[in-house]
């Protein structure tokens, strides 16, 4: 009976692997089709694409294999290997510009906070709005404050560098945090006493 079970999950992962290749070829001849030259191997289009699929590929793989990690880490595994490795480097990771990179992190981040305002209540919010003035505001300048303070004399950056590094650690924050606090919120959890709300 428990062989049974194995070979049928076995069989389901395989259906639903085949089915997610056969998505992203699909995917990628329409988007050949589309924007013509731009999506072939080399250029922009075509690896804003495949650091999409491996970045949703490292995610899964972290969140089955490491189950307390989230997916976040795999996703920034996987951008780090693209951009790095020295065969794969400048056909994925090279071939965006730095203003296209700027305007993808800019529209993600804008996707997180606007995912994490859906979510808010007003009633609750305001029943909390002090508790969340107060989250809002001092873990975020305990966190500018020690990461400036830790990497001026650790990185031996200048004042200014060190401060702007701080700020961009604790803008960076919610898009580590909203995720996780969206999961719980799908599972039921915080609802009633507006955990939710207060984190969003």
């Known amino acids: 009976m428990r062989a049974v079970e194995i070979k049928l999950t076995l069989a389901g992962e395989a259906s639903r692997a085949a089915l997610a290749v056969a998505g992203a070829f699909v995917w990628w001849l329409v988007g050949w089709l589309a924007v013509d030259e731009s999506f072939e191997s080399g250029g922009a289009v075509f690896a804003v694409y495949a650091l999409l699929l491996a970045s949703i590929a490292g ?3 972290v969140e089955r294999l490491l189950p307390p990690l989230p997916a976040l880490l795999g996703h920034l595994l996987v951008g780090f290997l693209l951009r790095n490795l020295p065969a794969v480097g400048p056909a994925v990771g090279g071939a965006v510009d730095a203003q296209s990179m700027k305007a993808m992190r800019t529209a993600a981040l804008g996707v997180v906070l606007a995912r994490a305002g859906l979510s808010l209540d007003t009633a609750a919010m305001w029943r909390l709005r002090w508790p969340a003035s107060r989250l809002a505001l001092l873990p975020s300048s ?17 004042w200014a560098y060190a401060l702007s590094l701080g700020f961009l650690f604790c803008a960076i924050s919610p898009a580590v945090t ?23």
Not at 142 to 158: D, F, I, K, N
């Open 59 to 61: 995610g899964a793989l």
């Open 142 to 158: 305990a966190e500018m404050l020690t990461v400036t303070l830790v990497s001026h004399p650790l990185l031996a950056l200048p």
């Open 178 to 200: 909203i995720p996780g606090v969206m999961a719980l919120h799908d599972r039921g959890f915080g609802d009633k006493t507006g955990v939710v709300t207060l984190v969003g």
